[in-house]
């Protein structure tokens, strides 16, 4: 059985960083494309940040120079790491294969911004 499991998220003042996990059971990571969503309470769940296999990655405009995705191949974990965090960044955190490499949905991390 496949299963995502989201770590990392904490309440944090305006400003802070967290950095955000994604390891997998059942199944491999690191050929799939990766993905970190995020869905705010009352909003549709959204894309923010994506990586190739090669490790090429991909962010919305919202959080572009604040976020970085990243994965180790050899742990076969997918980081998001958030720096300069705001009021808005607050939501739970899910990871995900895009398209044809998605996996179904975990649990998520929720992550908290406020002072």
């Known amino acids: 059985q496949v299963q995502l499991v989201e770590s990392g998220g904490g309440l944090v003042q305006p400003g802070g960083s967290l950095r955000l996990s994604c390891a997998a059971s059942?199944?491999?990571?690191?050929?799939?494309?990766m993905g970190w969503y995020r869905q705010a309470p009352g909003k549709q769940r959204e894309l923010v940040a994506w990586i190739t296999g090669s490790g090429t990655a991909y962010y919305v405009n919202s959080v572009k120079g604040r976020f970085t995705i990243s994965r180790d191949n050899v742990k076969d974990t997918v980081y998001l790491q958030m720096n300069s965090l705001k009021p808005e960044d607050t939501a739970v955190y899910y990871c995900?294969?895009?398209?044809?490499?998605?996996?179904?949905w975990g649990q998520g991390t929720q992550v908290t911004v406020s002072s």
């Open positions: 995900n294969g895009l398209g044809i490499h998605s996996l179904g």
């Open positions: 059942g199944t491999i990571l690191r050929s799939r494309t």
